[in-house]
């Protein structure tokens, strides 16, 4: 018993110096931000490509959106959607 209650305040620190964890979607340190993305249309919908316009937008989570695929409504602003067409192109960048 002595034991425990010597170890609980350590537990204690150690638990409140825990990296920040994301709140309702959100990466402490990322915000989306699409200004300039216009270049990646028309571009293939590669893996090269996704990374290339989750740098740009300095996004944490990148969600591809093929045609005819349902997307949920709620909002995170760092995530990039990267829409494609019936060819596999971008077609169109957003956040959220």
Same mark, same amino acid.
């Given at each position: 018993?002595?034991?425990?209650?010597?170890?609980?305040?350590?537990?204690?620190?150690? *638990?409140s110096?825990?990296?920040?964890t994301?709140?309702? &979607?959100?990466?402490?340190?990322h915000? *989306? #931000?699409?200004? &300039?993305?216009?270049?990646?249309? &028309?571009?293939?919908?590669? !893996?090269?490509?996704?990374?290339?316009?989750?740098?740009?937008?300095?996004?944490?989570v990148?969600?591809w959106?093929?045609p005819?695929?349902?997307l949920?409504?709620?909002?995170? !602003?760092?995530?990039?959607?990267?829409?494609?067409g019936?060819?596999?192109?971008?077609?169109?960048? #957003?956040?959220?």
């Amino acid at each position: 018993m002595r034991k425990a209650a010597l170890l609980a305040p350590t537990l204690l620190v150690a *638990c409140s110096t825990a990296p920040a964890t994301p709140i309702h &979607g959100e990466t402490p340190g990322h915000k *989306c #931000n699409a200004v &300039g993305t216009e270049r990646f249309i &028309g571009q293939p919908g590669t !893996s090269a490509a996704g990374a290339a316009i989750k740098r740009a937008t300095r996004a944490a989570v990148l969600r591809w959106a093929p045609p005819g695929v349902m997307l949920t409504m709620d909002f995170r !602003s760092d995530r990039v959607t990267v829409y494609l067409g019936p060819d596999r192109k971008v077609t169109k960048i #957003n956040c959220g």
